[in-house]
């Protein structure tokens, strides 16, 4: 693979020329990108001398006015020609830049122009990576498909101990080496994943809804573009970017998640529906906002339409994969639905504990097949969820093609 180096102003710098043998011995060319604070703790010599490349330190040029043209659309150069970017120490201020789209150097513009993989090593002083900024941050890169290499406890250059120190150089090269064998067993099949919650207005300023986040439904949504589908995201009102490269389209209400669904329902060759649509909706939505009064409000609800059991009823040979969201009795309530709405795999999750499930960066799932056959993943980072997710159903789209070309 060509990766680029980005090496932040940290202490743990002088670690990144460790990485960059790491990564040399593991076959990949390496390009180096230093921010200038990163030069106040080691030289750019040492890595010119390593990777035997001139290492990229600036955006604009002090040279001459042509040398200033080509760098300041380098950039755009070193972000096509390479397959990964990795960032080790990312300091507490790169995390920042990167997770605010900021693009004030060299480092931090290649990250807006860089659409392969990433991979982010932080290292700083542990109260820094443990404030809720930093960690604010991190989550948003994470679920923006960023790997992060997370930091090792021990004792920092700062005299304290705790998490924050840069994870060890061979670590983070293995973490990048692993990008490159990037399964791509989804080419040629077109996705469509509902995520998010939806919305049921009861009058213009208040609705029905639930505590989904869409991180689970955007991490498959990602995964399966990395693995080489096209992918479709219909995807309720949340609070994460659309993912790059990946048609994504809005919605809020139930009803307007089923005709996005259906209108795209045609191209697809895999649904996966991990949305959690509200069960019921105001048929009758007031004009005006309702009013307080000292007596108890009742208000009629009627069901939503059933996306999932409405596509199981003419689904054809598309694979079709529900989600089911439960407090008790996960495994029959997992596998009455998934009889119920015809889905060939279904994705468990118990919605009821702290750190999985609903809004949190994690979760737990078991996941059915309709062979019987039930496969457990995590705990875990709903980025490592999304790709088991996408392993079985990879494995059963095969068994399935098998069985086609033996009939
Ligand atoms: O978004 P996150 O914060 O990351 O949380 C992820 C998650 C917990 C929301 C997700 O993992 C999950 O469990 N999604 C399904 C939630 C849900 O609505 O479950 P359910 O058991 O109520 O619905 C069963 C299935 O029917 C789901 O695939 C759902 O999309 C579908 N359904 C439900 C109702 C309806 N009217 N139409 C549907 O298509």
């Not at 990250?111 to 990433?118: I, M, R, W």
């Not at 989804?186 to 029905?208: K, N, S």
């Not at 989904?212 to 992918?231: F, L, N, P």
């Amino acid at each position: 693979m060509r990766v680029v180096l980005g090496v932040g102003g940290g202490i743990a710098a002088y670690k990144s020329a460790e990485l960059v043998r790491a990564l040399q011995q593991q076959g990949h060319a390496v390009q180096v990108v230093m921010t200038q604070a990163a030069r106040q703790f080691i030289q750019p010599l040492t890595f010119a001398a390593l990777t035997g490349r001139k290492v990229i330190e600036g955006l604009f040029s002090e040279a001459s006015p042509e040398e200033t043209l080509s760098s300041a659309v380098e950039h755009i150069a070193v972000a096509q020609e390479h397959d990964a970017l990795a960032v080790a120490p990312a300091t507490a201020d790169l995390l920042a830049k990167f997770a605010h789209g900021l693009a004030d150097d060299f480092l931090s513009t290649l990250y807006l122009a860089f659409t392969g993989h990433v991979v982010l090593a932080p290292a700083m002083n542990n109260a820094m990576w443990e404030h809720p900024a930093t960690q604010e941050n991190v989550a948003k890169l994470r679920a923006r498909g960023c790997r992060i290499v997370e930091p090792e406890e021990g004792w920092l250059a700062c005299g304290s101990i705790g998490p924050g120190r840069l994870a060890n150089p061979v670590a983070i090269a293995q973490e990048i080496d692993l990008l490159g064998i990037q399964k791509k067993d989804l080419e040629g099949e077109t996705v469509l994943i509902t995520a998010g919650p939806t919305q049921e207005p009861l009058d213009p300023v208040r609705y029905v809804s639930n505590r989904s986040s869409g991180k689970m439904g955007y991490a498959i949504a990602e995964a399966a573009a990395r693995r080489g589908a096209k992918v479709v995201l219909v995807s309720g009102p949340v609070n994460l970017a659309a993912p790059r490269n990946i048609e994504t389209i809005q919605v809020r209400t139930a009803q307007e998640m089923r005709k996005a669904v259906m209108e795209h329902l045609k191209q697809a060759t895999i649904i996966i529906k991990s949305a959690a649509v509200a069960d019921y909706y105001a048929s009758e939505v007031p004009k005006q906002k309702l009013k307080k009064t000292a007596t108890r409000l009742s208000i009629e609800l009627d069901p939503t339409p059933d996306i999932l059991a409405e596509i199981g009823q003419s689904k054809g040979d598309r694979l079709l994969v529900g989600f089911a969201a439960e407090t008790q009795n996960l495994i029959e309530e997992a596998r009455r639905k998934m009889n119920s709405k015809k889905c060939d795999m279904l994705v468990a999750n118990y919605v009821n504990q702290d750190g999985i499930g609903f809004e949190s960066d994690r979760n737990e799932v078991e996941i059915l097949s309709r062979s019987g056959e039930i496969a457990h993943a995590g705990p875990a980072d709903k980025i490592e969820i999304a790709e088991k997710i996408l392993d079985q159903i990879a494995t059963l789209r095969l068994s399935l093609h098998a069985a086609d070309a033996r009939a």
